[in-house]
């Protein structure tokens, strides 16, 4: 699939952005056309080369309904997690691969439920929900047009009223 300059997109792993350029540059001696994306959540730019864009799994942001389902499904969703934390790790790693936001969600939600509840997480843990938040996070700021603090405040206000 193409992408042009506007495209709003996710890159697993990383998290959604806009493509803001489309530009050759040679890396490594080889010439190749790379979509330049900018990231809304640290203004972060990343260049994804055009070739691997469907390998990568590249795909087009959720749209504001889709969104909407996504935030109710944060707030519903129910927090069960392994109690073994190797087996904790390798399940969330691989819902955050997977690409799908409703895995990515889960892992999202357990996590902050975990930390908020058992007061604090481990190293590995509290790093895979920094980067799982950010995927998450910066999709739901592209799709809904809301700022970082307001989506990150709402899934803090759904935590907070599944613990009172």
């Given amino acids: 699939m193409k992408y042009g ?4 997109i996710v ?17 490594m001696g080889e010439r190749q056309n790379y979509y330049i994306m900018r990231m809304p959540i640290g203004d972060m730019r990343v260049m994804i080369p055009m070739d ?17 389902r996504v935030l109710a499904e944060f ?16 399940e969330n790693m691989s819902r955050i ?5 409703y895995e990515v969600v889960r892992v999202v939600k357990n996590l902050m439920f975990r ?9 590995g843990e509290r790093k895979m929900l920094n980067s799982a938040k950010q995927i998450l996070v910066s999709e739901l700021v592209v799709a809904k ?13 759904m935590i907070e009223q599944e613990l009172a």
Wanted: proline share 2%; glycine share 8%; aromatic share 4%.
């Fill in 52 to 68: 691997n864009a469907e390998e990568i799994g590249l795909r087009d942001v959720i749209d504001e309904s889709e969104a909407d």
């Fill in 5 to 8: 300059v506007g495209d709003k």
């Fill in 11 to 27: 890159y697993p792993m990383h998290g959604a952005g806009i493509i803001e350029a489309i530009e050759e540059r040679e890396i």
């Fill in 115 to 123: 930390d908020k509840s058992r007061g604090g997480l481990s190293t």
């Fill in 97 to 101: 691969k997977s690409g799908d936001i």
């Fill in 145 to 157: 047009n809301l700022t970082q603090n307001k989506v990150e405040q709402l899934m803090n206000e």
């Fill in 75 to 90: 707030q519903n969703c129910q927090t069960e997690m392994d109690p073994n934390w190797n087996k904790r790790y390798r």
